[in-house]
């Protein structure tokens, strides 16, 4: 099992440019997550998903979108970039949403720079 | 909107130093973990705490949960320099989807 996997790595973007991070998981989580985590910020929940078809909005949701048509695929788009998008950006699966038993399961994430 | 405050935000031992770490809210969670973040990679769980006053070990790391569910502390002992890293809490309050609320974040780095 290869767990939660994103592309890029890494992207520099310019502002106004748009772009989409993807997230891929293999475990057949139900639930996913999209994070960033900015500098002595912790992590800030942007969208998640109960399930194919179903998303909702966390925390900080201006400035992206989200759609998920697969259980595996929950692809995060930035539109119009702005430099407040800079950050390192994690997609996170559960397989349960309760607590307790909700342990999600982390990407690599993906490191954005707007300039 | 709910808050969970880590202290202190960065430390920096000697090996084989003791350590606590502590995560506080002014609301009751439902539950509590713990994540490790390594640099470079995504928060790994290292533990869930459910129950006040709860006690749990992890070989060299013992977590704590408080009585009235409103505080947990991580305490590490002879610390290696393979315990450094980013420690996260992150707390249910309850609700339907149970999102998970993170803290701030500290920053450890054991020295050899």
């Known amino acids: 099992n290869a767990g939660v996997t994103q592309t890029p790595k890494f992207r520099i973007l310019k502002i106004g440019q748009s772009m989409t991070l993807q997230c891929t998981q293999d475990m057949n989580h139900n639930y996913m997550y999209w994070y960033r985590q900015d500098p002595g910020m912790g992590l800030k929940l942007i969208y998640y998903s109960v399930g194919a078809g179903i998303t909702d909005k966390g925390e900080v949701p201006n400035g992206y979108n989200v759609s998920r048509s697969t259980t595996e695929d929950f692809p995060l788009r930035l539109e119009l970039a702005a430099p407040s998008q800079t950050s390192v950006y994690f997609c996170?699966?559960?397989?349960?949403?309760?607590?307790?038993?909700?342990?999600?399961?982390f990407g690599p994430g993906t490191r954005l720079t707007v300039l | 909107t709910q808050l969970l405050e880590q202290s202190p935000q960065f430390l920096s031992i000697q090996e084989g130093e003791n350590l606590t770490v502590y995560c506080n809210s002014s609301?009751?969670?439902?539950?509590l973990q713990w994540y490790r973040q390594e640099p470079g990679e995504g928060p790994v769980l290292l533990v869930t705490v459910v129950t006040g006053g709860e006690v749990k070990k992890l070989k060299r790391l013992t977590f704590q949960f408080g009585d009235a569910r409103k505080d947990s502390s991580l305490h590490i002992t002879a610390a290696q320099p393979g315990d450094t890293g980013l420690y996260l809490c992150a707390a249910s309050y309850g609700g339907a989807t149970n999102k998970l609320i993170f803290g701030t974040g500290t920053l450890l780095a054991v020295q050899p």
């Open positions: 996170a699966s559960s397989l349960f949403g309760g607590a307790p038993y909700n342990e999600q399961f």
């Open positions: 609301s009751v969670f439902s539950s």
